[in-house]
C-alpha cells in the first residue's frame, strides 16, 4: 500500500508570491490534515479536510487555504508569501473506519526569499 | 483547547539500554487518542504507537510501550532494547475523537524529545 505522497519535495519562492503544495493520501483515507513544521515554532496544525470539506483550522491567517478533491487529495495555496513561512510542511493522512491515526508524508521544504 | 508537554528536550542513551520518555497533557475531552511520532533526521513523521483513551490496557508496538495514566494524564513512551536506528526526535501528540468516528480537529503535538542512542 502506497504512502502520503506530497509534492514538490522543495519549493523556492520570493516574498509576495504564491505557492501551491499538493498532497494524495492513502488509498481508502478520506481525512487529510496539513501542518506547517517552521524552526523553533515545533508542529503546527494548520487545516483539517474531510469528505472533501474543510472541517477545522489552525490558528493561521486567512492567505492560508485549501482545498480536497473529490478523490480526497488536497493541496495547500499560501498567497502573498512571506519571509517567515519558509517551514517543512507536512501532510497527513487517515481513516474513519479503523482509525489507526494519522500518517505523514515526506513533507513540502518551502524556502522564501 | 487541549496542550501536550513534554518536559525533556533531550536525552542521552546507550545502545541496547531502555529509555522512558516523559509526556503529559491536558483536555477536558473523555475520548480521544494519543501518539507517539519518531521523525528521525530525514523528516519523515513516522507513527511508533497509539492509544485509545477508553483502553485501559497499555499499547505495545514490538519494542515500543507506552505506560497511559488517565487520571493523571500522562503518556509515556519506553523504547527497550534502543537501537542506533532509535535516534530521533519523538513527539506526543494528541488527538480529539470524532462522533463519526476517526480522529478530529487535527493534532496538538508537544515540542518534542531528542532522542541520542549512544554506540
Known amino acids: 500500500e502506497a504512502g502520503v505522497t506530497q509534492s514538490p519535495t522543495h519549493l523556492i519562492k520570493t516574498r509576495g508570491q504564491q505557492a501551491t503544495l499538493r498532497c494524495s493520501p492513502i488509498?481508502?483515507?478520506?481525512?487529510v490534515y496539513w501542518y506547517q513544521q517552521a524552526l523553533g515554532l515545533g508542529l503546527q496544525f494548520l487545516l483539517w479536510?474531510?469528505?472533501?470539506?474543510?472541517?477545522n483550522r489552525g490558528n493561521f491567517p486567512p492567505r492560508f487555504s485549501g482545498r480536497q478533491f473529490p478523490n480526497y487529495s488536497s493541496e495547500l495555496n499560501v498567497n502573498a508569501l512571506e519571509l517567515e513561512d519558509s517551514a517543512l510542511y507536512l501532510c497527513?493522512?487517515?481513516?474513519?473506519?479503523?482509525?489507526?491515526?494519522?500518517?505523514f508524508g515526506p513533507g513540502t521544504r518551502l524556502t522564501v526569499l | 483547547a487541549q496542550t501536550v508537554t513534554q518536559s525533556q528536550p533531550e536525552m542521552s542513551v546507550q545502545e541496547a539500554e531502555t529509555v522512558t520518555l516523559s509526556c503529559t497533557y491536558d483536555?477536558?475531552?473523555?475520548?480521544?487518542?494519543l501518539f507517539w511520532y519518531k521523525q528521525p533526521p530525514s523528516r519523515q513523521m513516522i507513527l511508533v504507537i497509539r492509544?485509545?483513551?477508553?483502553?485501559?490496557q497499555n499499547a505495545t508496538e514490538n519494542r515500543f510501550s507506552v505506560n497511559f495514566q488517565k487520571a493523571a494524564k500522562s503518556f509515556s513512551l519506553k523504547i527497550s532494547d534502543s537501537q542506533l536506528g532509535d535516534t530521533a526526535m519523538y513527539f506526543c501528540?494528541?488527538?480529539?475523537?470524532?462522533?463519526?468516528?476517526?480522529?478530529?480537529?487535527?493534532?496538538?503535538f508537544g515540542k518534542g524529545t531528542h532522542l541520542i542512542i549512544q554506540p
Open positions: 497527513a493522512s487517515s481513516k474513519r473506519v479503523g482509525f489507526a491515526g494519522p500518517f
Open positions: 492509544q485509545e483513551a477508553y483502553k485501559q
Open positions: 483536555t477536558s475531552e473523555n475520548n480521544y487518542y
Open positions: 479536510y474531510d469528505e472533501g470539506e474543510e472541517r
Open positions: 488509498s481508502g483515507h478520506t481525512s
Open positions: 501528540a494528541f488527538m480529539k475523537h470524532a462522533p463519526s468516528g476517526g480522529g478530529a480537529d487535527g493534532l496538538t
